[in-house]
Every structure is written in C-alpha cells, then in structure tokens.
C-alpha cells in the first residue's frame, strides 16, 4: 500500500502551479490562481516528505511552485494583506524553509510582507484575529492554523519572541469561550459581537462541530509546539495539555471499527452523517506528531496509525493501480448574512459536496503520511 502511496503522490506533483490537480474546489469556481492555504498545506506536506525521505524530487516541485507565486522583490501572486484573511497567512510558513534552504532573499521579503498583515490584522475584543475582514468579529477555530503557525515560526527565528503572549492570549480564548466542557470538543465558530444570524445570542457559538474544524485545531497546536521555543516552558506544556485534551475529547466519538470520526462529530448514527477524510487524517497527523515530539503520550502513536490505516481501508481506492482518496469534504463555512444556507446546522454540514483527492484531504493525509513514515 505505501508503494502505492508513493506512486500517488508522484502522480499529484505532475501538476502545473496555476491549475494543480488537488485543489477541486478553485478549479470548479474558476478562480485566478493565489496564494491560498489549499496549497499551503500541500507545500507544508511535501516539504516535510522532503526533508524525511531526502528525495529531491519534492523539494524541486514545492520550489518551483513556489517561484511561480513569489516575486524577486517579495510581492506574492495574488496576495494582499489588506484584504486581512488569515487563510491567505498559511502558505507563507513554508517561506521560513525555503529561505534556510536555498538563502534567496525574495523568500525573506515575502515572509515580512506577510507578517505586516499580522500587525494589522483586525482582531476581535477579546484580541483574537478576525477569521478575514468579510467575517467581522469572527473567530473560526481553523483559523488557528492559518494564521498562528506562522505568526510563531516568526516571532522564534526573527523576533526573540516578543508576542509569544499575545499568540497565547489568542490561544487560551479560543479554549475559555468555543470548548463545550460537556462535550469536550470545539465548536467551529464564535462571533464576538454575538449578531450573526448562526450565532446563538448568548454565548455568540456557532450551532455544531465541525471535524475539520477541529482537525485544523489539532494541527495547529501540534505544529505550534514544534516550531515554539522550548525555553518557554509554560506555554509549551498550556499547549501540548490542550492538544491531548482535544484528542481525547474526540476519541469518544471514534468509529469503533474504522477508528475514522464522522462530519459532524457528536451526531454519530444519525441520518446523512458521514465518516470524513480530512478531519480524521489531520487528527492522525496530530496524534502520531505529539507522541513523536513527546508532547503526548508514546501510546498515541498507536492512536494515529489506527485512524491513518483506517482511512486507508474505507476511503483509498485502487483502480487499476492509480489510487484515489475519497471521503473529502469539499468546503464548509458560516455565512456571511448574504449565504444563509451556511448556517452552522447539522442539515448544512452534510449537505456540502463529498469529493475524491481534493488538497483538503489530501494535504493532511500526505502530511500524516509522513509521520507514518518516520514511525518505520
């Protein structure tokens, strides 16, 4: 199966950097090519893949995907900070390796134009950033990932840590008013103002939870402790406590035979829920990451690899030897008030489209991969 895997992979990276294979849902749209966090999570995987299996061929593709988006004077294709979308901030953590790896200085410039959007980056009054200037006084927990990895690869490698408090302060928020201390999981969304038509008026939460939402949580405290400098002994140990928190939150709600999660986590059985890709291999990355650092116990290796051979036995098909992973959702979100379909309901998280081989999916489960990998 890993063969096959490997051979997979090579398929994906024939793709051309404007119109790549993975990303389904910009191709459907129609949509220029931009800096966006689909591929950003591709790059992240294949570099991290890279730097496991020394094989050149992926760091010759992310390179030469990267050189089509970042200019000699640090401009981005298709970037602007002041649209203030911290999706748009994801990509550019690969940035930090590039630079290390090959010392081209547009790789620096790009990576300080991206840091001014964190400067000013409209935050809500608790101090968290807004999920992106269309969604006012939002915070989504995916957001976490889009935006604070970087933010803390930045300040550890250029800024002797100077805001670790304020990325901390953003962390223990999300914690103190989107965790549901019943459920132990993490709501997707949370409007500050306590307005929006899928807020609840009381607590400002979104209706449900989310898998991929909370996988992206996941991810994001995980990758957070790996680029975090350990001298900060507190936070990183805040940290890694809420990481095993959020994974024994959901393995309550685990598939007993496929060890996968469903879309929407805590409704399990009920009609039109599905077990879900992108969500599951995330925490499989997670799960199999933390016990790798020793952030989390060594059993949750186990943990992870269950949930990645999991995935493998229901959603990875092979089809005359080309594989294809099924299982993905496309795209979810929560509103604006002109969308009111995306209304946070357990009706609107099944209703979205069910893909194969979308980077969503496919990121993490390359990027679990990898972790698979360096358990062998």
Not at 90 to 104: A, K, N, V, W
Not at 288 to 305: E, F, H, N, V
């Amino acid at each position: 199966m890993y063969k096959l895997i490997d051979d997979y992979i090579d398929k994906l990276i024939t793709s051309k950097p404007d119109l790549p294979l993975w990303n389904i849902e910009a191709i459907r749209s129609g949509k220029k090519p931009a800096w966006n966090y689909v591929d950003g999570c591709m790059m992240t995987s294949l570099l991290e893949l890279y730097k496991e299996t020394k094989e050149q061929k992926y760091f010759d593709f992310v390179k030469k995907f990267v050189d089509y988006y970042v200019f000699d004077d640090g401009t981005i294709r298709g970037y602007n900070p002041d649209k203030h979308s911290t999706d748009d901030i994801c990509e550019s953590r690969i940035l930090f390796d590039l630079y290390q790896m090959t010392g081209e200085e547009k790789y620096s410039k790009a990576i300080e134009l991206t840091y001014s959007q964190i400067k000013t980056q409209p935050r809500t009054k608790e101090g968290n950033f807004w999920h992106k200037a269309i969604y006012p006084n939002q915070v989504w927990l995916d957001g976490l990932y889009m935006a604070q990895p970087f933010y803390v690869r930045y300040e550890t490698i250029r800024n002797k840590m100077q805001n670790y408090n304020d990325i901390f302060n953003q962390i223990k928020n999300v914690r103190k008013y989107m965790f549901d201390e019943k459920k132990h999981l993490y709501y997707h969304g949370y409007d500050s103002e306590k307005k929006m038509f899928w807020a609840d008026p009381q607590t400002g939460l979104s209706k449900n939870f989310w898998l991929r939402s909370i996988g992206w949580f996941t991810v994001a405290l995980a990758d957070i402790c790996d680029y975090m400098d350990e001298q900060m002994y507190d936070e990183y140990h805040y940290t890694a406590s809420l990481l095993k928190e959020v994974i024994d939150g959901l393995l309550q709600y685990q598939d007993k035979e496929s060890k996968m999660f469903y879309q929407v986590p805590d409704q399990i059985g009920r009609e039109g829920n599905y077990l879900e890709t992108s969500g599951s291999v995330m925490i499989a990355y997670a799960a199999l990451k933390g016990a790798r650092l020793g952030i989390l116990p060594p059993r949750y290796k186990q943990i992870g690899l269950d949930i990645f051979n999991g995935v493998c036995k229901k959603y990875l098909s092979n089809k005359d030897g080309e594989l294809n992973l099924g299982g993905i959702c496309l795209v979810a979100g929560l509103g604006p008030d002109d969308n009111r379909r995306r209304d946070g309901s357990y009706e609107y998280y099944i209703s979205e489209p069910v893909v194969e081989n979308d980077a969503k999916g496919v990121g993490p489960f390359i990027m679990a991969y990898t972790e698979v990998k360096r358990t062998l």
